[in-house]
């Protein structure tokens, strides 16, 4: 089942974003949250701070597994998706740095690296809440246009469209890593729930493409169609092509 909900602006897309996430930590206090990166989510982490530091949330019992990591970064690089959770997440919440899970850059063996995360989500028992941002290309996690539905985590050669657009947080478009460590569709689609965020009129396109067009491996997250339980959380500007299509109530 797709359910979408339409925000004003960020703000509203990240408090309505928080309260299902936090929804997920208080009706299992165990819950495996699987967490992303990038610029979308960073409200809503916010916001989850706040409540945590009202008292509102324990994330003791919490595990979370990320999307992805560059290749090539250790987690105390500031680009380091690792970086980026633990200072915008994790070292202000009581969640235990041991039950976060990122893949590692500087894994030796990249095939090695690919299993042991596999095998961490199995671990785990599987994904209870899923968050996902959207590339302007329909990326999901790492998974580029032309990507297997069928892969797990896996090593991923990053398009230069998706290098240009994370050009912003590096000094130079030379230095974003040509290679990442993402779980693959597979992954995943074996999440419970998922909760996909957009903002911002760059997303409209890829995000009436994956919610309404073909499913195809050209538009990554239009594999979502196929999964039972499928959240959107996304502003006007980013549902501006789908209002007008006539698909939202
Ligand atoms: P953004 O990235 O949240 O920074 O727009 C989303 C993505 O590329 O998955």
């Known amino acids: ?11 509203e897309l990240s408090r309505k974003a ?6 997920q930590v208080i009706m299992k206090p165990n819950a495996i ?3 992303a990166t990038g610029s979308t989510p960073v409200g809503a982490y916010q916001q989850l701070i706040e409540w945590y530091q009202k008292g509102d949330l324990d994330f003791s019992k919490i595990r979370c597994v990320n999307l992805d990591e560059y290749k090539g970064l250790s987690g105390e690089h500031k680009q380091s998706y690792r970086y980026f959770m633990n200072r915008n997440l994790f070292e202000h919440i009581n969640i235990s740095l041991p039950n976060t899970n990122i893949p590692n850059g500087l894994a030796p063996d990249s095939e ?29 996690g790492f998974n580029e246009p032309d990507t297997d ?7 991923v ?9 994370n050009a912003r947080f590096f000094s130079t478009v030379d230095e974003v890593p040509t290679h990442a460590y993402t779980m693959g569709i597979k992954n995943i ?23 309404y067009g073909p499913i195809t491996p050209h538009v990554p997250a239009s594999i979502l169609q196929l999964h039972n339980d499928v959240i959107v ?6 549902l501006d092509m789908i209002e007008k299509k006539g698909f939202l109530k």
Request: aromatic share 6%.
């Open 189 to 211: 689609m074996s999440a419970k729930r998922i909760l996909l965020l957009a903002t911002g009129s760059s997303k409209a396109q890829a995000l009436y493409d994956s919610l």
């Open 112 to 140: 090695a690296e690919c299993s042991r995360y596999n095998n961490a989500i199995q671990t785990l028992g599987g994904i209870d809440l899923q968050v996902l941002g959207i590339g302007g290309n329909g990326h999901i």
């Open 157 to 165: 050669a990053l398009t230069e469209e998706t290098r240009t657009a």
């Open 149 to 155: 539905f069928k892969k797990e985590t896996h090593l």
């Open 233 to 238: 959380v996304a502003d006007d500007k980013a």
């Open 33 to 35: 949250l699987g967490m």
């Open 1 to 11: 089942m797709l359910t979408i909900y339409q925000a004003r602006d960020y703000n």
């Open 18 to 23: 928080a309260n299902i996430i936090s929804a």
